[in-house]
């Protein structure tokens, strides 16, 4: 299990003990490269920086709370996934982690290609120039509107989630006058071990067609009749923030048997599989990331076994990680605002953001670090829960951790790892103005999305 994704057991000051720490860091100051971008570091003044900017400097240009993109890392980790899969294999990048038009031009020029789950990210994608036979279409209920838009575009391939889809599909496509790539998401009845919310190949959630009682194999018998449709493959995902590689390896098995039983009813090798993405990230030290030529080498092998074994040619392999690559790559810069010391029990440590910047500590328990970033100290740790400014008990940051006692209003903090899932999740909760997306690069920073503003909240408002 991830700690990170799902936390055992309560999380009262007085059974901290017992629970994830037991003990303060032997370094406030430290910054653990594993969950920190790649350029950040501590300067000799005490002060944090990324890609050669520190973060005072950056607040006063940006603005608190903000999210800080280290570029360099970014296409350094779309590129390790791509390596480590080499030109046999394709890596779409999960747009839903977090997408913007240079995220989009950073994967087009490091040779990735990209999922997307919405008309929006799909529109996203084609404004800055990704080829649209390097985007996958997904989702559990396409609208008409957007099928048509990624038939029409061109889409790469459209990954099929209900039999309803199927014909679905396969009618637009018919009636646009074209044959539409697609593949077939099954749910391998793996139980990933993940939070509830973010596992998705046990039998009993919404997504996919269950290869359990044959419906996946019906699936493809249907979509393989229908003139729309050029099936390509079998897609599979199995769950997000995960560790361990054995529920990737039971899904990949149970992809091929699919295969080979395919070749036997229909004499057709389908040439694709896609096993998702769902490879977990360092949110604290405690976790242990596996490295993608490690996960690229798994997956390869237990393919060309299983397919070796059917007498299958192996088929190109595809993955699509979101997190893995985007994740570790951005921090949260906050202003501390209010602190409040509660005898016996904890400090409650107050920023201008919170549950509208990063929703993943109320939704699934996600535990996170935190660190002192506008200067270095010497005083004791203080046991901390860092909370934003929303009108709601459980609007928490970071539930346990420990910042120097000498904090005071006006430090800055910084919480790591908010590259996935954060300002993509971000909501207007208590009309909050949502923060801005800061790519830093070799000493320059540039706005890759504005912050929201008061304008921007009531043009919507036309009432
Ligand atoms: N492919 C498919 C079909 C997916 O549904 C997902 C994520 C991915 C790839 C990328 O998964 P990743 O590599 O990023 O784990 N909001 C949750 C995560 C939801 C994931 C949804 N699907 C969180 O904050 O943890």
């Given at each position: 299990m991830s700690r990170s994704a799902h936390p055992a057991g309560p999380r009262h000051a007085d059974v901290l003990t017992e629970g994830h720490?037991?003990?303060?860091?032997?370094?406030?100051?430290a910054l653990d490269p594993k969950v920190w971008a790649h350029t950040v570091s501590r300067n000799e003044d005490g002060v944090v920086s990324v890609g050669g900017i520190d973060v005072a400097t950056l607040a006063e240009e940006f603005g608190t709370p903000a999210y800080f993109m280290d570029e360099a890392d970014f296409r350094a980790r779309a590129r390790s996934w791509r390596t480590a899969f080499g030109h046999d294999a394709d890596v779409f990048y999960a747009g839903k982690a977090f997408l913007s038009r240079a995220v989009v031009r950073w994967l087009h020029e490091e040779g990735l290609n990209l999922d997307v789950c919405s008309g929006g990210e799909l529109a996203t994608a084609l404004s800055a120039g990704?080829?649209?036979?390097r985007i996958a279409f997904h989702g559990n209920n396409k609208s008409t509107e957007e099928i048509t838009k990624a038939v029409e575009s061109g889409v790469g391939r459209i990954v099929l989630d209900s039999f309803q889809e199927i014909v679905r599909v396969a009618h637009i496509a018919q009636s646009l006058g074209k044959r539409q790539r697609v593949q077939i998401r099954v749910t391998v009845g793996v139980e990933a071990h993940t939070h509830e919310f973010i596992a998705?190949?046990?039998?009993?959630?919404?997504f996919g067609i269950a290869l359990a009682d044959g419906q996946a194999a019906e699936a493809v018998r249907r979509a393989l009749a229908?003139?729309?449709?050029?099936?390509?493959g079998i897609h599979s995902h199995i769950g997000s923030?995960?560790?361990?590689m054995a529920g990737f390896e039971v899904a990949a098995r149970r992809v091929v048997a699919l295969l080979a039983a395919v070749r036997d009813e229909h004499?057709?090798?389908?040439p694709e599989i896609d096993l998702g993405g769902g490879l977990g990230i360092a949110y604290t030290s405690e976790d242990d990331p596996r490295e993608p030529h490690e996960i690229a080498k798994a997956l390869n092998e237990i393919v060309t076994r299983e397919c070796e074994a059917a007498k299958l040619r192996t088929p190109r392999i595809s993955v699509e990680p979101g997190r893995a690559i985007v994740g570790p790559t951005a921090f949260t810069l906050y202003e501390v605002g209010t602190i409040k010391p509660l005898d016996g029990l904890r400090t409650y440590v107050s920023v201008d953001g919170g549950m509208s910047d990063n929703i993943r500590t109320a939704l699934y328990d996600a535990e996170y670090s935190v660190a002192l970033v506008s200067r270095a100290s010497d005083a004791e740790p203080m046991l901390v829960r860092v909370v934003g400014k929303?009108?709601?008990?459980?609007?928490?940051?970071?539930?346990d951790a420990f910042l120097p006692a000498d904090l005071a209003p006006g430090d800055l903090i910084a919480v790591p790892?908010?590259?996935?899932y954060c300002r993509s999740m971000a909501s207007n909760y208590n009309h909050a103005l949502r923060p801005p997306v800061v790519a830093v690069n070799d000493g320059e920073a540039r706005v890759i999305v504005r912050r929201e503003t008061e304008e921007d909240l009531l043009r919507l408002d036309i009432g």
């Open positions: 720490y037991t003990a303060p860091p032997a370094d406030l100051n990704m080829p649209a036979d998705t190949a046990h039998e009993d959630q919404k229908l003139d729309g449709l050029e099936v390509v923030q995960i560790f361990d004499g057709v090798e389908l929303h009108c709601e008990s459980g609007d928490i940051v970071v539930r790892a908010t590259g996935a």
